[in-house]
């Protein structure tokens, strides 16, 4: 272990035993021997400073927390978390104009960060009334049940120093590049990062939710049944775990989709997803139709399948501005699965390009009752309001 390390693990401990200035001392003489060249446990810098500043932030002393989470942004600039702490440290500063704007980046980067919904959410509906309420700010004692509750990025304001409480926080970043590798469709490193997250937390509930969409993406039932399971075990409040859960348990016997090859229908898909990316509109969509015969054609066919492959279909009318097919297209998935969040959001889209705001920001919000973890619905809902 690095000195870095070992001097940021003292200075945890001066913290947790009130003893802040020393705790301030001992973060000074730990930065001053970081290399990143050394083998730092995957600590880095970025952790270093977000300790600092919510150190600082828990003295009240809010320009200078402001200071290091700001050099922290620098370091990692599209870290959710950062941006939540930058918008709780202007709320105490009444820059409320500047934490918005914090806090709207930090909904974006993260839609799981729900904290920063709220305060968002105060902000634009109150923005005269107290934000953050005293009992919260401050308490160690709120930050170790916040913990116990694992809502992580509210305990984190006031950084308890507990050690699990740190490996959580490593680990969430290789859990949220598992994520956004997942919904570029590449599995395999996913995989990887969400194993790396559980070699530094074993009892990470995202990490083992991750692996689950893992294994379902690649048709392993059990694996990815088991998966989901520990995940709810580790915290049943986990929305994607449990929809995971619930979507696993819906697909077909083998007996029924017999004349299917999945293989072929995942590689159409991932082709037009190809497409969809570089904006082949026609492409995608030509390839999604053939599927969607193909798919209509077997009895007993998947109904998740079905709905994931409209709804695809649906954002890529979209991308050609084909309001209406688009309609269509979302309002058909969601007669197959009703519980599909994407196709809430897809809806959402379709009343946004109409400028029908208060229908869009309905259907954001169902996208969202749906699923908390849907990203997409998160943003939107973030830019309508910022429009109504």
């Known amino acids: 272990m690095s000195l870095f390390v070992t001097q940021l693990q003292e200075s945890f401990s001066l913290f947790k035993a009130g003893q802040y200035d020393e705790c301030l001392l001992k973060l000074k003489e730990a930065k001053a021997v970081f290399s990143e060249k050394e083998d730092n446990s995957n600590v880095t810098l970025e952790d270093y400073l977000m300790f600092e500043g919510g150190v600082f932030y828990h003295l009240k002393r809010y320009t200078e927390a402001l200071s290091s989470f700001e050099a922290a942004l620098k370091e990692n600039p599209k870290s959710s978390a950062t941006c939540l702490h930058l918008g709780k440290t202007l709320i105490q500063l009444d820059e409320l104009e500047a934490a918005k704007t914090m806090l709207e980046y930090a909904v974006l980067y993260d839609s799981q960060n729900s904290l920063a919904a709220e305060l968002l959410a105060k902000l634009e509906e109150e923005p005269d009334t107290q934000i953050l309420p005293a009992d919260e700010k401050d308490s160690l004692d709120s930050a170790l049940k916040l913990f116990e509750q694992k809502n992580y990025s509210e305990s984190l304001q006031v950084l308890t120093a507990v050690e699990a409480e740190y490996k959580e926080l490593l680990a969430s970043v290789y859990n949220f590049k598992g994520f956004n590798l997942l919904a570029l469709r590449q599995t395999e490193k996913a995989k990887e990062a969400f194993e790396q997250a559980m070699r530094i937390n074993p009892h990470s ?21 088991k998966m989901f399971q520990k995940a709810v075990e580790l915290n049943p409040n986990n929305q994607f775990a449990i929809s995971g859960l619930k979507k696993a348990g819906q697909v077909a016997p083998a007996s029924e989709v017999a004349d299917i090859d999945l293989g072929q229908i995942e590689a159409a898909i991932e082709k037009a997803f190809g497409a969809y990316s570089t904006k082949q509109f026609d492409e995608s969509l030509q390839i999604l139709s053939q599927t969607e ?34 309609r269509a297209t979302f309002e058909e998935a969601l007669k197959i699965n009703p519980d599909s969040s994407q196709s809430a959001t897809g809806l959402g889209e379709v009343f946004y390009m109409e400028n029908n705001l208060q229908a869009a920001k309905e259907m954001y919000e169902w996208g969202i009752k749906l699923n908390p973890e849907n990203k997409l619905a998160v943003s939107c809902l973030a830019k309508v309001n910022a429009l109504l």
Do not use: P, W
Not at 299 to 321: A, C, E, I, P, T
């Open 205 to 225: 509930s995202q990490a083992y939710a991750g692996m689950g969409e893992v294994m379902y993406l690649q048709n392993k039932d059990d694996e990815s049944t």
């Open 293 to 326: 015969k193909r798919l209509k054609a077997i009895k007993n066919v998947d109904g998740m399948l079905m709905s994931r492959l409209l709804n695809f279909k649906g954002f890529s009318y979209l991308g050609k501005q084909d309001k209406d097919s688009a």
